[in-house]
């Protein structure tokens, strides 16, 4: 078997069931299997699971294991010469697996390889390629440096662009692909480390057994991101955890990098948490594509559109756009979302087979599940 796509899931249900039916898409064409593990949901994600998807395997853990000791699990059932790591709130392109596949890419020396991600209003995420958060670099990080100048630009990899691919140090664990020979030899994630770390930690494990880890521009994926995660007190906690966790495994004990450590930690959670806070917008309209001339009745003006070829964005409009997955490839709608972001457009995916509507405004919030009448 090729390749093994390990999916943890904790109470998104419906962020899982898209992101599953995007993967079976992208597997068509490829000798592959899907392992779904999910973390003691208090949603009927595992009901939903065994309903719709019956050939995927589903991990029932009984209680919520983390990030790290999920995926482990998943992985040791894992049959694939290659897995890839997924968050169940992402988005793949038919394509994406078989161009990362695609031997050219895969050297001896190759470690982890992640791809163009973006949010669910088709802006790019500067974290889908890291560089190793030296002290220093963490630094520059949290108190936004990087902004100033590409010298302070290591945390993101500016020496890319969103649209070069080429090495990097950290790849996100939203989305990563390696071989299962060298996730085994590494050891996997690192189960002392509950989360927000270990991505980082396993990239950086790859590095020190000589491999090379790289950013691949030339497929994209979707992580609408903030749906995985409740920035709240906890999270603030965890993620101090877990920076601490990472600096006493990789880097030498200082007391003066300790003290801009917990400051800038600190900063940069309070700054998180606020900017999570969930941000109203008004529909004016909403244009539907879809080939099957698709009506929802949602209250406001409905365009239908059956091409994309036919859009024209009325700038004075804040307006939704509902893609309609049946009659669309997940390619041509992220390629869409990719080339038409604008502050007044959103978007919506349609799932016909539990008749909901699914997305993201931006990058921090929950995301939004609007269920339609039968």
């Not at 973390?39 to 983390?66: R, T």
């Not at 008004?282 to 859009?311: A, G, H, M, P, R």
């Not at 978007?347 to 609007?370: A, H, Q, T, V």
């Amino acid at each position: 078997m090729q390749l093994s796509v390990i999916i943890l899931n904790y109470n998104v249900r419906f962020f899982l069931e898209q992101c599953v039916l995007s993967v079976q898409k992208a597997l068509e064409n490829i000798d592959g299997e899907i392992i779904v593990i999910d973390n003691n949901s208090s949603d009927d994600s595992c009901a939903m699971m065994k309903q719709l998807f019956p050939n995927v395997k589903l991990i029932e853990n009984k209680q919520n294991l983390g990030f790290p000791e999920g995926n482990n699990i998943g992985v040791a059932q894992a049959r694939g010469e290659y897995i890839c790591i997924l968050n169940p709130d992402t988005v793949v392109a038919e394509d994406t697996f078989i161009k990362i596949l695609d031997t050219k890419n895969w050297q001896p020396n190759t470690g982890i390889i992640g791809c163009k991600l973006i949010d669910g209003t088709g802006n790019f995420l500067p974290e889908s390629k890291r560089g190793v958060p030296t002290p220093w670099v963490a630094f520059t990080k949290i108190f936004g440096l990087y902004k100033i100048s590409n010298f302070f630009g290591k945390y993101y990899a500016q020496h890319l662009t969103e649209n070069q691919s080429g090495k990097v140090d950290i790849l996100v664990g939203a989305f990563m692909v390696m071989k299962l020979e060298l996730y085994n030899e590494i050891g996997g994630f690192d189960e002392n480390c509950f989360m927000y770390s270990d991505d980082i930690d396993l990239s950086y494990m790859a590095l020190k057994k000589g491999k090379t880890n790289y950013y691949f521009h030339e497929t994209t994926v979707i992580h609408y991101k903030g749906e995985s995660t409740i920035r709240d007190e906890k999270y603030m906690k965890r993620f101090q955890e877990a920076m601490n966790f990472f600096y006493t495994k990789h880097f030498k004990k200082s007391v003066v990098f300790d003290f801009f450590m917990k400051i800038g930690v600190f900063v940069f959670s309070f700054i998180k948490k606020n900017q999570s806070k969930e941000i109203k917008r008004t529909i004016d309209e909403y244009i539907i594509f879809s080939k099957d001339s698709l009506q929802l009745d949602l209250n406001k003006k409905e365009t239908i559109l059956n091409d994309f070829s036919e859009f024209k964005n009325n700038v004075n409009l804040n307006t939704e756009i509902i893609f309609d997955t049946k009659s669309f490839s997940y390619k041509k709608i992220i390629d869409f979302m990719n080339s038409n972001k604008s502050k007044n457009l959103t978007f919506k995916n349609y799932i016909s087979n539990s008749n909901y509507l699914i997305g993201s405004n931006n990058s921090i919030d929950r995301g939004e599940i609007i269920t339609l009448k039968n």
